[in-house]
């Protein structure tokens, strides 16, 4: 592998940017709707501490929402320099949905973003409550959009190739944005979102309660980010299993390499494997320590079920795709990073049920120092699990950059050198660690400001005592 290697460049390149535009996405979706929560519970209550949660999180959510802008108008460029090839051969396909996304989803929920912001004093009730609500379904629909596009590199469908242009061109938009791949990630995605958008919220509750401060109104706060965590993983693993028997079906091999299921297994030997070693050339397994059964349930619902081994499909794409070419991901990655992204998930929602124990209303003794803190820096882990499942995702469907269709080395740019895809993902990494300084600190500044006093005699000053005076480490 050259140095200045073009393609191992560009894929780093937009790895890196993909991921780092993607720590925005998730806070995005997940409190836009926890603000939208909030303000019709002020709205329906008239309780202040809700108003006080909705102006809290709803700067939370502006400051992400203005970074994650910022970070993901760099992605639409990298199509057409670093990987033309792939654009020229897919974009009457790719492009449609990514232009939903623009000109319909993105601008739908900035329109109704800005009367949220400056309509406070300015519209009625009803409609700037109606306003933060079209926000949110305006992100959750620009998410959508996005995971149709990704979903045709998954498992591409709606499509004819046209021999003469030797492009891919779109015949049915309709299959497109119904592809099962994009039907079962949408949902799994979303709900992963709200996991990190509820963890936050505990953590800015957390922050406060541990402190003493703004009781009255960070008491809800901690409770509701608990239950949004718990309901919301709840609902990641369901969807999360329904996206395993899609990915079965259209990438077989994904899922072989997510198991390091080295040949085809059935019933009992089609095991979970929780700890797998494999020979150094990734032919075969060494030793594993795996669960009966559970592979095959996962993957066919049945305990009988049979699942396609890594060796197999090797043998059968090279025959129907041509040899010379090793089929598999790098299975150490598909392999650990879907591991870690069920088990940060199930940490941080572990953490969440013992936290809504010890806060309980009858708990009987007061809650620990430490456990605030753990509270608070588990924030980060439903965050990360969403990322090494985009890792899983997108590494386990190498070597296509589309499906069955194209090799990622195909897709890239021709004629761009590799000393300038260099300079640009050392400059892009330069600006993105500067940005990632300057949105966290803007975050954790808010965080811990916390809800600023409104103006009116109804409105309890939240720097001050809280309106009861039960003791503030036991509920």
């Given at each position: 592998m050259e140095l200045l290697d073009p393609l191992v460049l560009a894929r780093w390149q937009f790895g890196l940017t993909t991921l780092y535009h993607y720590l925005f996405v998730p806070l995005t979706l997940g409190?836009?709707?926890?603000?939208?929560?909030?303000?019709?519970?002020?709205?329906?209550?008239?309780?202040?501490?809700?108003?006080?949660?909705?102006?809290?999180?709803?700067?939370?959510?502006?400051?992400?929402?203005?970074?994650?802008?910022?970070?993901?108008?760099?992605?639409?460029?990298?199509f057409g320099m670093n990987?033309?090839?792939?654009?020229?051969?897919?974009?009457?396909?790719?492009?449609?949905?990514l232009a939903f996304e623009g000109l319909m989803a993105f601008f739908f929920e900035a329109t109704f973003i800005g009367l949220w912001i400056f309509g406070w004093d300015k519209l009625p009730r009803g409609l700037h409550l109606a306003s933060i609500w079209m926000t949110s379904i305006g992100s959750i629909l620009s998410a959508y959009f996005i995971i149709a596009a990704n979903a045709f590199m998954q498992n591409p469908v709606?499509?004819?190739?046209?021999?003469?242009?030797?492009?891919?061109?779109?015949?049915?938009?309709?299959?497109?944005?119904t592809n099962p791949v994009a039907m079962a990630a949408f949902p799994h995605t979303l709900f992963a979102a709200f996991m990190f958008a509820g963890a936050v919220?505990?953590?800015?509750?957390?922050?406060?309660?541990?402190?003493?401060?703004?009781?009255?109104?960070?008491?809800?706060?901690?409770?509701?980010?608990?239950?949004?965590?718990?309901?919301?993983?709840?609902?990641?693993?369901?969807?999360?299993?329904?996206?395993?028997?899609?990915?079965?079906?259209?990438?077989?091999?994904?899922?072989?390499?997510?198991?390091?299921?080295?040949?085809?297994?059935c019933g009992a030997d089609a095991s979970f494997s929780i700890f797998s070693i494999g020979t150094p050339d990734g032919s075969s397994e060494i030793w594993s320590l795996r669960v009966p059964y559970l592979l095959s349930l996962l993957s066919t619902h049945?305990?009988?079920?049979?699942?396609?081994?890594?060796?197999?499909?090797?043998?059968?794409?090279?025959?129907?795709?041509?040899g010379g070419i090793d089929y598999m991901p790098i299975i150490w990655v598909t392999y650990w990073s879907f591991r870690w992204m069920i088990g940060l998930g199930a940490v941080s929602t572990l953490i969440a049920v013992v936290g809504l124990w010890v806060t309980r209303k009858s708990a009987k003794r007061p809650v620990a120092r430490w456990m605030w803190k753990v509270a608070i820096w588990s924030a980060p882990l439903p965050l990360l699990g969403s990322l090494v499942g985009?890792?899983?995702?997108?590494?386990?469907?190498?070597?296509?950059?589309?499906?069955?269709?194209m090799l990622t080395e195909d897709g890239v740019s021709p004629s761009v050198p590799g000393w300038t895809v260099l300079i640009s993902l050392v400059a892009f990494t330069l600006v993105y660690a500067a940005l990632a300084v300057v949105e966290f600190g803007l975050i954790l500044k808010a965080a811990k400001k916390g809800p600023d006093p409104l103006p009116g005699p109804d409105d309890p000053d939240p720097t001050g005592q809280p309106i009861d005076q039960t003791p503030t480490t036991v509920y």
């Open positions: 409190m836009s709707l926890a603000v939208a929560v909030f303000q019709t519970i002020w709205y329906r209550t008239g309780d202040v501490k809700w108003l006080h949660l909705t102006r809290l999180f709803g700067r939370i959510f502006l400051i992400n929402f203005a970074m994650g802008v910022v970070t993901g108008i760099v992605q639409e460029f990298q990987w033309s090839s792939y654009s020229r051969f897919t974009g009457d396909i790719f492009g449609a949905p709606g499509y004819t190739l046209n021999e003469t242009s030797g492009r891919a061109e779109l015949t049915d938009f309709g299959a497109v944005l919220i505990t953590a800015v509750a957390a922050y406060h309660l541990s402190r003493a401060q703004h009781v009255a109104t960070m008491r809800p706060a901690l409770k509701f980010g608990l239950w949004f965590t718990i309901i919301a993983f709840a609902l990641t693993a369901l969807t999360g299993d329904q996206l395993s028997l899609v990915m079965v079906e259209t990438q077989p091999m994904k899922m072989a390499a997510a198991e390091a299921l080295w040949h085809t297994a049945s305990l009988d079920g049979c699942v396609e081994g890594l060796n197999e499909m090797q043998a059968l794409y090279t025959q129907q795709f041509g985009w890792v899983f995702t997108e590494m386990g469907r190498q070597p296509w950059i589309v499906f069955s269709l």
